[in-house]
């Protein structure tokens, strides 16, 4: 069916079991599966209209207008025309509407795009090419090589042998590392036989759709034979085959039952803190304008009675109406009259703001990559001023943090420390892009895009130095990388981990090159002679043992154990004979952990063949026990690998993106908490952590929870916060004071900073309702929070509990699928646009390609944005506040009739031009400093935070301001005309006189008002301000002139009164009097307040006054190095190693072309003959170790005999 048919229709009851048959469409077809069509538009051609009208009349001020329209259409109430309400009332929901509906369409386009791609299915034994929204579950479908996964698969078969197949899941989690998936046997018979695969009717039960990416539990029921199916025999849609030719799987899950949409979230209309003040105090300006107008409406009731009735002889009442009566009209007279309180022209004028701002994000230079040719784009014009008052910020790290990139920067081999790089004077350089790099061109096999800086570590392979030689002879065997090789020389590693492959790449650099490996071998190239190792056991990575270990017979027979893994770990396991190289190899380790680099320890020891035959049997025994196989497999593996020989360490740079700590650093500064939800392992988040300014030695404490049950988790939340507050009691709230209702958690002040480590078993339980709130309060003590081992759903709920009970703005930051739930549940959700595919770009209301610029939205946009948009309503409240309130102290001289004070076309004017450009342009130029002193002092930015700039306080301040205003603008005025004559003696005191010379001083007050507003003025904003002026005398001089009366008596009826008035100096003085009055409290609170009690912002301006120049540039920031007794853990990978799919020989590639080692014929046997500067002297002029270490003399000098053997 089509994409509106069964994909989309509801199920009847909640799945509790899929069950699926292969090729049997009209069986699957039972259960109204859905289709794999995916919709995350909101709308279709016939709801857009309702719908989006329903949406839009949501907002209160909408539907108050639209109350407006009615009444001014009934003629006994209204005294204004009722186009000056549908006009703009029509242009608001147009211009929202268009926004939305461009929204929406291109949602729709991103849908159809993805919807007709093409995917081969297997119908009516044969394969037809069918659009990805036709495929449906049961189908087989055949996927080729860099293809996307279509939907969520059962793996039948591939191309490759032992039907594995290769796939890359940066879509779902942000990682580029490739991941192995293999078929079962059963049905990698099946092969690519379409008649065999056509009469294929297995069928499977499984788990329903859920958004858990790391687990799946079903069962294949095929010829009679039940086969049991987990995450390693399933491909889920967003991933993309890699390195493999084809492969066919059955559909499991289409559409947006598929784990990746599963994942997606549901989409919230997402509304700004200052939306949601503005909808209660717009409650409270409707309240108040009914208590004005009944107020009034009792003034002319009073009126009626006592003076109505004298009145009457010059007017007759119409209908011969009752006091009460007039008093109800006079009501609602009054509401359409008094509606400017809240002018529809402020939304108007909100939205055009809104999209200022966004156009400022997608043009700002400084936010684009060039790199990847990607600019920042605000997807969504509705949040900018959130921007500026973001309080937590939660980061994924993989990809967003970090370029998930490993290089290979440091080690120390037999006490040497290699890596940096010295100057003739003996002084250690920084390390740059510009610093000369080693040339590896004598290696043909070298990897190009591999760098090295000390030619020191080269020369020593060069040298032959048989500890440098074991070293990287280690790293190329004891690992479970795979390579392969199309063309001859051209290696391509695919490695379980980033840190495996850069540690088999340096290997391979530096001369000990990687080549091929069977189930029982490893083939090498030792300085350009290929050689063969016996693989006789791999003792595998896990989380426990934090290490793994190769038993290898090396060519010459000799047995060898190489093991490398966790310094900790390792130390644990050496022979006393390494003592003191311990201790000097420790203190590498320590500067290597200093610069925030991942280490590992290598080590090795020579095996008796009898004892391994013995043990190799034991080993066999406990491998195919039934019972307790781990455990007995685990005392084996401590037997082995103690008493061993320590070789040295590397040192790994997970790459940081480019100004991660500096930005890290400044938002901390700016008092945003960044909390760092990972799918990592606690070592690796906790080495990031450090690398990137998160977690810091000079903090007091970093506080680990990694309890396995409820109770140990709780003791440790409550042992951290006795920690950081011992003072108080550790009374915690009880599970019944949750209750119901949303409480708000205020912050606690803690003396010091503190860091937060929580694994994620321990959060599963922090996240539990009776836990909840006490998790909450330990990490809101502390400076920074990292959760690892964090499920996508678990991503969502943190920033669920702190928009629940923290009164903060929230901002979630990924890259990958994976991200996708949190991006949608924080107030604002930004996507990195990176290598690891656009999932999170999609469903994210700000995007950029780096975590860098993250500061720049928030520093200088957000706060901007926040800053303009709170000036703009202070303002705006505060003219059209001051307008209406003259209209009601005019009530009580005009008998209360509903006469305006104004000329009805200044009513109608005076939000649409002579106010509207100047305020705009305060809300689209305005700014403090400029964006150098924003970085400068990221302290500007808290006041956002605690909504300093408009609050419930600032908008009553901003009402009392308008009600001086107001009772200033109306008696100045009136008393000044009251008795007053013309130069000529004339009488100047007509109604139409005051009305224009009220309106006069009005719009004069109101711009003086705006001048000491605005704090950045440019040749736009003068322009509007004085260009609105001359309008108005421009216009007003217009309307009241001869020629406009006689072409329209009724519409135009003050003839002359401009001219009349406004050559009166009187009328002038008045003017002057009135503005002075009006901004003379505003000038001396002002002046009052920044000498005694200045703010942040005040301070700061007052020192780019006093630079008057372009500051001077910020001081160059030097690479801290950061000495540390802390080491950072090697992160193998996230679960456990292959080291059984390699020794079982499922992993075998097909043949690779015949080869030679790779180096030129004719050379001599190493290969690597110094020469020249190579023989004894170092282009780096690093001076030789003065004095070298007092090490001890280990079996490592076995080495040189057992090569020179070789030869």
């Given amino acids: ?137 049961g189908d087989i479908i055949k996927l080729e090589n860099n293809q996307f996964v279509t939907a ?182 009054y509401v359409i009259i008094l509606n400017t309180v809240v002018p529809i022209s402020l939304y108007v004028s909100v939205e055009i703001i809104r999209l200022g701002n966004s156009f400022y994000i997608d043009w700002d230079r400084k936010m684009y990559f060039s790199r990847n040719d990607t600019p920042a784009e605000a997807r969504t014009t509705t949040l900018n001023e959130e921007l500026g008052q973001i309080k937590y910020v939660f980061s994924d790290k993989t990809g967003t943090l970090t370029q998930n990139i490993m290089t290979f920067n440091k080690c120390t081999i037999n006490g040497k420390s290699y890596g940096d790089v010295f100057d003739y004077t003996g002084q250690r350089l920084e390390v740059t892009e510009h610093t000369e790099t080693v040339d590896f061109s004598f290696n043909p096999l070298a990897d190009p895009r591999f760098l090295f800086h000390d030619h020191a570590l080269v020369e020593a392979v060069k040298l032959e130095n048989p500890e440098v030689h074991a070293f990287f002879r280690l790293l190329a065997l004891c690992h479970t990388v795979m390579a392969e090789e199309k063309k001859e020389g051209e290696l391509l590693y695919q490695a379980q981990s980033p840190d495996e492959g850069a540690l088999v790449t340096a290997a391979r650099n530096f001369g000990f090159v990687f080549r091929s490996r069977t189930p029982d071998s490893v083939s090498i190239v030792e300085m350009g002679r290929q050689r063969s190792y016996e693989l006789l056991a791999i003792l595998d990575f896990n989380n426990v043992r934090k290490r793994m270990s190769v038993i290898v017979r090396g060519p010459e027979g000799k047995l060898s154990l190489y093991c490398k893994g966790a310094d900790t770990i390792i130390y644990e396991r050496l022979h006393q004979s390494c003592s003191k190289l311990m201790d000097v190899t420790t203190e590498h380790l320590n500067e290597f952990a200093g610069e925030g680099l991942r280490t590992l320890a290598l080590a090795y020891k020579d095996l008796d063949e009898e004892y391994f035959s013995e043990w190799k049997q034991r080993h066999h025994e406990a491998s195919v026990a039934m019972d307790d196989r781990e455990s007995k497999l685990d005392e084996l593996y401590e037997e082995i690998e103690k008493d061993l020989l320590l ?27 960044v909390w760092v939800l990972t799918g990592d392992k606690q070592e690796t988040a906790e080495n990031i952590g450090y690398s990137c300014n998160l977690l810091r030695e000079e903090m007091n404490e970093v506080f680990i929870v990694s309890g396995n049950s409820p109770e140990d988790v ?176 005019f009530a009580f001289f005009c008998g209360f009739s509903a006469q305006t004070v104004y000329d009805e076309w200044f009513i109608t004017l005076y939000n649409l031009v002579y106010t509207a450009l100047p305020v705009l342009g305060m809300g689209l130029f305005d700014q403090d400093v400029n964006d150098v002193w924003s970085f400068q002092h990221p302290q500007l930015y808290v006041p956002g935070q605690l909504n300093l700039y408009f609050s419930k306080k600032s908008f009553f301040k901003c009402a009392l301001h308008s009600v001086y205003s107001s009772l200033v603008l109306f008696f100045i005025p009136y008393l000044a005309m009251q008795d007053t004559v013309r130069d000529d003696g004339k009488d100047v005191a007509d109604y139409q006189s005051f009305a224009l010379l009220t309106q006069t001083c009005l719009l004069v007050a109101v711009t003086i008002q705006l001048g000491f507003e605005m704090s ?58 009135t503005s002075i009055l009006c901004v003379l409290p505003v000038v001396t609170y002002r002046f009052l307040f920044v000498q005694l009690c200045p703010s942040i912002n005040d301070k700061v301006m007052f020192k780019v006054r006093r630079a008057k120049a372009t500051p001077p540039p910020p001081p160059r920031r030097t690479r801290i190095r950061r000495t540390s007794s802390r080491r950072s853990g090697y992160a193998f990978s996230h679960a456990q190693g292959y080291g059984d799919l390699v020794t079982s020989g499922r992993f075998l590639r097909r043949p690779v072309i015949s080869r030679s080692s790779g180096f030129t014929a004719g050379r001599t046997t190493t290969g690597f003959s110094p020469m020249g500067r190579s023989a004894g002297y170092s282009p780096t002029a690093r001076p030789p170790n003065a004095k070298t270490p007092d090490v001890e003399v280990t079996s490592l000098q076995m080495y040189r005999t057992i090569r020179d053997a070789a030869l």
Wanted: hydrophobic share 45%; aromatic share 12%; net charge positive.
């Fill in 1 to 137: 069916m089509s994409f509106f048919g069964r994909g989309f229709v509801r199920k009847k009851e909640k799945e509790l079991e899929r069950k699926i048959r292969a090729n049997d469409r009209d069986y699957n077809f039972s259960f109204r599966y859905a289709t794999n069509a995916i919709k995350t538009s909101k709308y279709n051609p016939f709801t857009f209209l309702p719908l989006n009208l329903f949406e839009q009349f949501q907002r209160i001020a909408n539907a108050y207008f639209m109350f407006l329209l009615v009444l001014q259409v009934i003629p006994q109430i209204s005294s204004l025309s009722w186009f000056t309400t549908v006009v703009p009332l029509v242009l608001v929901l147009a211009v929202t509407a268009a926004k939305d509906a461009t929204d929406d369409i291109n949602r729709h386009r991103s849908d159809n795009q993805v919807n007709n791609r093409k995917v081969q299915v297997l119908i009516e034994r044969k394969l037809r090419s069918e659009k990805w929204m036709d495929v449906q579950v």
């Fill in 152 to 333: 969520d698969l059962l793996l039948l078969s591939s191309s490759e042998p032992l039907n594995l197949v290769y796939i890359e899941t940066a879509e779902l989690d942000g990682e580029t590392n490739l991941k192995v998936r293999q078929a079962l046997t059963v049905t990698g018979d099946l092969g690519d036989d379409i008649e065999k695969l056509a009469a294929f009717n297995g069928e499977v039960r499984c788990e329903p759709p859920n958004n858990r990416l790391d687990r799946f539990t079903g069962t294949l029921t095929f010829s009679g034979q039940k086969y049991p199916l987990d995450n390693e025999k399933i491909l889920l849609r967003g991933c993309t085959l890699r390195n493999t030719e084809w492969c066919f799987g059955l559909v499991l899950f289409g559409g947006p039952e598929t784990k990746l949409m599963q994942n997606c979230g549901k989409s919230t209309f997402k509304r700004t803190s200052i939306d949601r003040l503005m909808n209660v105090l717009v409650l409270c300006i409707f309240g108040f304008l009914a208590f004005m107008c009944t107020i009034l409406a009792i003034g002319n009731c009073f009126w009626e009675l006592n003076e109505g009735s004298q009145f009457t002889v010059f007017l007759p009442r119409q209908d011969d109406n009752s006091p009460g009566f007039s008093a109800f009209l006079t009501f609602w007279s």
């Fill in 647 to 673: 070789l040295g360490a590397t040192a790994i740079e997970d790459k940081l993106q480019d100004g991660v700590p500096h930005t890290i650093e400044q938002l901390s500064k700016a008092d945003i908490k």
């Fill in 714 to 889: 709780r003791q440790e939340l409550r042992d951290a916060r006795t920690s950081m507050k011992p003072a108080e009691d550790s009374v915690f709230l009880p599970e019944a004071a949750v209750g119901k209702g949303a409480k708000v958690i205020t912050d606690e002040v803690v003396d010091g900073e503190y860091g937060l480590v929580v694994n994620g078993h321990s959060l599963a339980y922090a996240l539990e309702r009776s836990m909840e709130l006490e998790f909450l309060r330990t990490a809101c003590m502390c400076k920074a929070v990292i959760c690892c081992r964090v499920t996508p759903l678990q991503k969502a709920q943190v920033v669920e509990l702190v928009k629940k009970y923290k009164q903060a703005v929230t901002l979630a930051i990924g890259d990958g699928a994976n991200d996708v739930s949190m991006i949608k549940a924080a107030h604002i959700g930004v996507g990195i646009s990176g290598q690891e595919g656009m999932q999170a770009v999609l469903s994210s209301d700000y995007s950029f390609a780096q975590f860098r610029f993250l500061q720049r939205l928030l520093l200088v946009h957000g706060r901007w944005s926040y800053l303009r948009m709170c000036k703009f309503l202070r303002y705006f409240f505060y003219k059209n506040f001051t307008f209406t309130f003259v209209h009601f102290w």
């Fill in 1016 to 1073: 950045y003025w440019t040749a736009v904003n003068t322009f509007f301000v004085l260009g609105s002026l001359a309008m108005y005398f421009t216009v007003t001089f217009t309307m009241y002139s001869n020629g406009m009366f006689l072409m329209l008596p009724s519409a135009f009826p003050f003839i002359g009164t401009a001219r009349n008035s406004l050559n009166q100096p009187n009328i002038w003085l008045t003017i002057f009097l």
